[in-house]
């Protein structure tokens, strides 16, 4: 069956960059995309963007745009999302998923929380 | 970007009861509307995609319906497995947004 392995929970400073990682298993990697979405406490989901495995074509949300980075390993199926300059607010859960077509996000990965704080 | 708004924020029902979610677009999406399911601590959980159809092992009391603008998540007979935060999602065009979600209470 699909699974998506996150890295473990971090803690950074604001200022700092983080990088978090997604093994996928159970599919072919560089058939879908790796998306990334993130939740803030007691906030609802936030669309942070995707990368194709296929190609590395990404797509951020505006929001993140020029502070997210997302890459793939086909060698190893993983995806990382990179979030660098953080702020306090950026303290979330993010979460990778990936989107089958026509049926929306079928499969997450477990979470992993971000916390900033100085 | 499409604003999607959901209603109401929260509700409190009982075991047993209908319970009707509402998910507004701010602009068409056709029927690329999903919900998702989500328990506190947990990963969202797909429930619906293309606004009406269920993803496989989703209880039949799921239903969902609309198109457009308008859209909603009904869970007839609601079961205690069913109090979670229900999000509703459309996929039409980039950036993906979600709803605030609805978190559904034991009354």
């Known amino acids: 069956q699909v699974q998506l392995e996150q890295s473990g929970g971090e803690v950074r400073k604001p200022g700092a960059s983080v990088k978090v990682s997604c093994k996928a298993s159970?599919?072919?990697?560089?058939?879908?995309?790796v998306s990334w979405v993130r939740q803030a406490p007691g906030q609802g989901l936030e669309w942070m963007g995707f990368?194709?495995?296929?190609?590395?074509?990404?797509n951020y949300a505006q929001n993140f745009q020029g502070r997210v980075t997302m890459t793939t390993d086909t060698s190893t199926s993983t995806g990382y999302m990179e979030l660098r300059s953080l702020r306090t607010d950026d303290t979330a859960v993010y979460y990778c998923a990936r989107e089958t077509p026509y049926s929306g996000y079928t499969d997450w990965g477990q979470g992993t929380p971000v916390t900033v704080s100085s | 970007d499409i604003q999607m708004t959901q209603s109401p924020s929260s509700l409190s029902a009982s075991v047993g009861d209908r319970v009707t979610i509402t998910c507004r677009a701010s602009q068409s999406v056709s029927i690329s509307l999903n919900w998702y399911q989500q328990k506190p601590g947990k990963a969202p959980k797909p429930l619906i995609y293309g606004s009406s159809t269920l993803h496989s092992g989703v209880p039949s009391r799921f239903s969902g319906s609309g198109s457009g603008t308008e859209f909603t998540l009904t869970i007839n007979s609601l079961q205690p497995e069913d109090f979670a935060t229900y999000h509703c999602?459309?996929?039409?065009?980039?950036?993906?947004?979600f709803g605030a979600g609805t978190k559904v209470e034991i009354k």
């Open positions: 159970g599919y072919t990697f560089s058939s879908y995309a």
């Open positions: 999602q459309q996929s039409h065009s980039t950036p993906l947004t």
């Open positions: 990368i194709r495995a296929s190609n590395g074509y990404t």
